[in-house]
């Protein structure tokens, strides 16, 4: 079992502050539609109290898709930030608050990232654990992705083996899981210098930790606020495309699913 950052954002590794919006998407990463009310706007953006769409963080870009009223009113949602709260970024004028809305995700590009998101993971506990390299920093996209890792080089043969055993590993359909962690349990239990939970403010009380594998004994163990999904089978084929070298001691590797 390991313990380890996914990246170089460090709300990749809790969950955000609790306020006014309930995080539907820490619940349930499979929620593509839902119902809320507009609390709150701000020039073109909207606060609703409970979304699915995902906020920009940890690597994961930010969800996109639709705001819709009874009436047949429509908001194209073109960005989604974490700041005091969640801001949606509409299209157009906003609803006012008090208004009642269905928010439709995109979902292709919203399971696109689930999937990458959980690849990632493998990709970066299969490195770490042959390796003994860390991640660094990590960029989530809809049709790729790409991980630095704290090694001085790796060799051919070092990228056929890693992406082989990434693949085992998908293959095997290894459940995926997530749930909370009380801080002080998780400082205790898990390995503070690989997860970096030290330098998560004190504010953050509950972290969101997510594994694959069997429950009594799980291949990948981390604390993470993305997305996911539910079996590993579902990230498809793995393939490495690209390695480039970043600095000292780092390295950069670029991969795709089919």
Not at 134 to 158: H, K, P, V
Not at 241 to 258: C, I, P, Q, W
Request: with cysteine; proline share 4%; net charge negative.
């Amino acid at each position: 079992m390991r313990f380890r950052p996914t990246g170089d954002d460090l709300s990749g590794f809790a969950s955000f502050p609790r306020d006014v919006t309930e995080e539907r998407f820490l619940e349930d990463s499979a929620e593509r539609e839902f119902e809320a009310t507009v609390e709150r706007v701000v020039d073109d953006r909207v606060v609703l109290d409970g979304t699915a769409f995902y906020p920009e963080g940890g690597g994961q870009p930010a969800d996109r898709g639709w705001l819709r009223t009874e009436d047949g009113r429509e908001w194209r949602v073109t960005d989604v930030q974490k700041k005091d709260t969640i801001y949606h970024h509409l299209d157009g004028e906003p609803p006012a608050a008090g208004t009642a809305v269905v928010g439709e995700l995109d979902w292709d590009r919203r399971y696109a990232h689930m999937r990458y998101h959980t690849a990632q993971h493998l990709l970066s506990a299969v490195v770490l654990d042959e390796y003994g390299a860390m991640t660094s920093g990590n960029q989530l996209y809809a049709d790729r992705a790409r991980i630095d890792f704290e090694y001085d080089r790796f060799t051919d043969a070092d990228l056929d083996a890693i992406e082989a055993r990434v693949n085992e590993l998908i293959e095997a359909a290894h459940p995926v899981r997530w749930y909370e962690m009380d801080r002080e349990r998780a400082e205790a239990e898990l390995d503070t210098d690989r997860t970096r939970i030290d330098l998560l403010p004190d504010s953050i009380r509950e972290l969101r930790i997510v594994e694959i594998g069997p429950a009594d004994d799980p291949y990948d163990r981390v604390a993470c606020a993305g997305t996911h999904v539910e079996n590993t089978e579902e990230c498809g084929e793995f393939a490495i495309v690209d390695r480039e070298t970043k600095g000292a001691d780092e390295e950069r590797l670029t991969f795709e699913l089919s």
